[in-house]
């Protein structure tokens, strides 16, 4: 049986990972700091205890566990991909989980290996910001491909948003709620906001994809094979909700009156976000219909009462901006 090591385990991506591998048969162990209840405590699924950016720590997982594979969930900064991939050199796979902010211009679709990817000075390289995560993932890419040439076999997986059962960000949450709760909701500008997500057992099935089949200095995107605008993901969860819903388009002179900008609502976006999934699918992947993908994402959302209420405008602001529009 192959061993892997998920790096980052216990909370979302991570967790999904761990399954994936455990049901396709791996020896699974996770490495977290223990800072969050361990979903797989009373599982064969081994977990060790500590720090990702101390070194050290990876030195003893790789001592403890021996593992084939490494997939590395949580490396937020490029000395975290640098670090990973010496340590586990040796390993058949290490994949970096990276994301689509990695690429530096705006095209339809972004494509592996054509589209450029942000640049990283030295400060955002060390800077925990969002305005850094774009660049601090790029720069993990890049460390993934020089450690290709140096002989490791590191590859990058690229998700766009993610949404799915567990979703602790709850962008996705606010939708589902405003879909759940009332008939009537603002969507920004048109509603025609096209920002790629995908589903998060389709990104964990995308990792293990990738570090069985995949190609040493590669980078994949992933998303849903289908994209819908906002709107569309509204009426698609008024179908699993088996309700109506009235979706009002509001542009931004209507919004700034009420106070809000159209970047006030979760998963809006200027300009459309879309990833070629054409690699990946090359390697046998292909993503969850999204009837689906939302069942059991809803299922989840309200069983733990995720609301996401705080990611977006408030239902009395929204409320009074609907009013104004009818009267």
């Excluded at 991506?13 to 977290?32: K, P």
């Excluded at 800077?127 to 020089?146: I, Q």
């Excluded at 008939?183 to 500008?189: H, K, L, Y």
Aim: hydrophobic fraction near 35%.
């Amino acid at each position: 049986m192959d061993s892997v090591l998920v790096i980052g385990g216990g909370r979302f991506i991570g967790r999904h990972t761990v399954t994936e591998f455990r049901d396709a048969g791996y020896d699974v162990t996770m490495l977290t700091r223990g800072q969050r209840p361990n979903p797989f405590a009373d599982t064969d699924v081994a977990h060790i205890e500590g720090d990702r950016r101390e070194q050290a720590t990876l030195e003893t997982a790789r001592e403890r566990v021996d593992p084939d594979v490494v997939v590395d969930c949580v490396a937020y900064f490029p000395t975290d991909v640098r670090v990973a991939t010496d340590v586990f050199a040796d390993v058949d796979a290490y994949v970096y989980v990276s994301s689509g902010a990695a690429y530096g211009v705006e095209r339809t679709p972004k494509r592996e290996g054509e589209t450029p990817l942000a640049g990283c000075t030295d400060e955002q390289a060390t800077t925990d910001s969002r305005e850094t995560y774009g660049p601090r993932k790029a720069e993990g890419d890049r460390e993934v491909f020089a450690a290709a040439e140096d002989g490791v076999r590191a590859m990058s997986v690229r998700p766009t948003v993610v949404y799915g059962p567990h979703d602790y960000t709850e962008r996705f949450a606010y939708w589902v709620n405003r879909v759940a709760e009332y008939d009537r909701v603002v969507v920004p500008s048109d509603g025609l906001s096209l920002w790629q997500m995908a589903y998060v057992e389709d990104v964990a099935s995308a990792l293990r994809l990738v570090a069985e089949r995949g190609t040493a200095g590669e980078a994949y995107n992933v998303g849903d094979e289908h994209a819908p605008t906002l709107r569309e993901w509204v009426d698609l969860l008024a179908s699993v909700h088996e309700t109506a819903v009235e979706t009002v388009g509001v542009g931004e002179r209507e919004l700034a009156a009420a106070g809000l900008d159209p970047g006030d609502f979760p998963i809006y976006r200027d300009s459309p976000h879309l990833l070629s999934t054409a690699k990946l699918r090359g390697l046998g992947w292909s993503s969850t219909p999204h009837e689906t993908a939302l069942a059991v994402t809803v299922a989840e959302h309200r069983e733990n009462g995720r609301t996401g209420r705080e990611f977006g405008p408030d239902r009395d602001t929204e409320a009074a901006l609907l009013d104004r529009l009818t009267d």
